[in-house]
């Protein structure tokens, strides 16, 4: 097989990996908002990932953390309307990162990258509130830290094997 097929076989095993990560970032996402709005509407609501006092995921996602990053409702208000969920914006980004893996330009995975990247230090941001700050653990959370970390080694390999395409191609014109 030719460079450039390796490539392409290369860039469609990553799309797809890409794509089940992003699948499983939403329903992360999904499943940690239906935990947050169970609970807010029945603090008797027990989720699956509430294994115990120190691993609870509801806690974690009705804490001041949960809505606005902690960010958020500190400066806007509790009540603003940008004030959401965490996993609202969730959604929004694994989305996005799925759409932008659809597009096959060199442009759209460097900004996937760059996305994937800020979103690693989210998640560092999260770990240190979950694990300093709440004192819990929440395997929703760690879960999707992983998610975005697979994400970002993904997009890196995405773009250079893109840079590598574009420019063989150029050598071979």
Known sequence: MSKSGKNAAFLQKLRLWMIILCVIGVALSIYALYVEISKESDQNYRAMCDISES?????????????GFGIIGSILGEDHPLNQPNSIPGIIFYSIVLILGENTSLTAAKIQKSLLFISNFMSLYLAYLLYYVLHDFCVVCVSTYVV??????????????????????????
């Open 55 to 67: 691993i609870s995921c509801s806690r974690v996602f009705t804490s001041r953390y949960g809505r």
């Open 148 to 173: 975005n970390f697979l994400l970002t080694v993904c997009a890196f390999w995405r773009v250079s094997t893109l840079q590598a395409k574009y420019s063989d191609s150029k050598k071979n014109s």
